[in-house]
């Protein structure tokens, strides 16, 4: 794929809020803690991955291991904290670990004892799957929970997860042993996210007209645009632009979007009209005209959390794109 250029922070800075808890990189200060938590046969129990005892040299190594993961993009955990008589303290931890090969990830998670019961599980998990599925390459993000586990698979469900199955898997914690277990799934259209999208009327669904465009620079690469966590299909792709205000043209709000969107000024003159999606999603029915654009001034900077990439026209099809666009792509692509 074509090198990337004024994305988003990197994965690997990322730091998580929620409205109790910090979710950020595990450092190697936190081993003392980890190991307090981890070191509990209630908590050991439940994972496939950690032995009971827990020796503390293993919470070194374990992190040691989580940094240099999270560097080369193949894993990413969490310290799940929160603040007690005003300082930070250690909660548990929260992970995903990538599937090579393929855009999916397992999710692993958990919580000292002292803080069961007060729904943190529940916040860690629903902040981090809703922004892999929208930072990450990912379709779905699966989880296991050992049949003896209801709380857990509650902890799933609460997070949009749905059950998929059941199956074995070795518990390292209880002697290597396999266990019965619960498979959970959740991929984009399971998490909900801020809506953005018209809702159902009475005797049909509504009608939203929206402007896109193609910004093609002098290499004849093209823009695309991610769409951000707390959007509808976050972490799918699409070409900028956006809604129609009542009264404008499709070219007047191209132009207002970009500029909001990317802090460009594109004059209606360089907009070619090229060709329209009309797609019948759940919610609504979009009808989007795509124009084409190669002048402006300005360089393209997200303005609204987005990642931007640009690249080759026969490299569009290695994106997930939002449904609507997926069928313009060879229509451009053979254009360009």
């Known amino acids: ?14 730091e998580l809020t929620t409205e109790r808890l910090v979710l950020r990189p595990l450092t190697p200060d936190d081993a ?6 981890l070191n509990d046969w209630e908590v050991c129990r439940m994972l496939q991955t950690v032995p009971f005892p827990y020796p503390r040299l293993l919470a070194d190594q374990w992190i040691a291991d989580s ?4 560097q080369d993009g193949a894993a990413y955990h969490f310290a799940i904290t929160g603040v007690e008589t005003g300082g930070e303290i250690l909660v548990g931890a929260i992970g995903l670990k990538l599937m090579p090969g393929q855009r999916r990830a397992t999710l692993g998670y958990w919580v000292g004892r002292r803080f069961w019961g007060h729904g943190v599980a529940r916040e860690a998990t629903a902040r981090v799957v809703r922004w892999a599925l929208a930072n990450l390459d990912l379709d779905c993000v699966e989880a296991v929970v050992a049949n003896d586990n209801p709380a857990s698979a509650r902890v799933l469900a609460a997070a949009g997860f749905q059950e998929t199955g059941a ?4 518990f390292l914690s209880r002697g290597g042993g396999t266990q019965p277990v619960r498979r959970f799934a959740a991929s984009r259209g399971d998490v909900s996210a801020v809506p953005d999208q018209p809702s159902p009327e009475a005797g049909g669904v509504p009608l939203l007209l929206v402007a896109a465009c193609v910004l093609i620079d002098g290499s004849g ?5 991610r769409r951000p966590e707390g959007r509808a299909m976050a972490g799918l792709w699409e070409f900028p632009g956006g809604k129609l205000e009542p009264g404008e043209s499709p070219e007047d709000a191209l132009a207002r979007e970009l500029r909001e969107e990317l802090g460009i000024d594109v004059s209606r003159s360089c907009l070619a009209p ?8 759940e919610r609504f029915h979009l009808l989007m005209p795509l124009f084409l654009c190669r002048r402006w001034q300005g360089t393209p900077v997200p303005h609204e959390g987005q990642t931007i990439r640009w690249v080759a026209p026969d490299e569009l099809a290695d994106y997930p794109f939002l449904p609507a666009d997926r069928p313009l792509l060879p229509m451009l692509r053979d254009l360009l």
């Open 1 to 14: 794929m074509a090198a990337i250029e004024a994305d988003a922070p990197a994965p690997s800075c990322t």
């Open 32 to 37: 003392e803690q980890l190991h307090r938590l």
């Open 67 to 70: 940094v240099a993961q999270r």
């Open 167 to 170: 199956g074995q898997e070795v």
């Open 221 to 225: 690469r093209v823009l695309i645009a």
């Open 274 to 281: 090229f060709v329209f999606a009309s797609h019948a999603y």
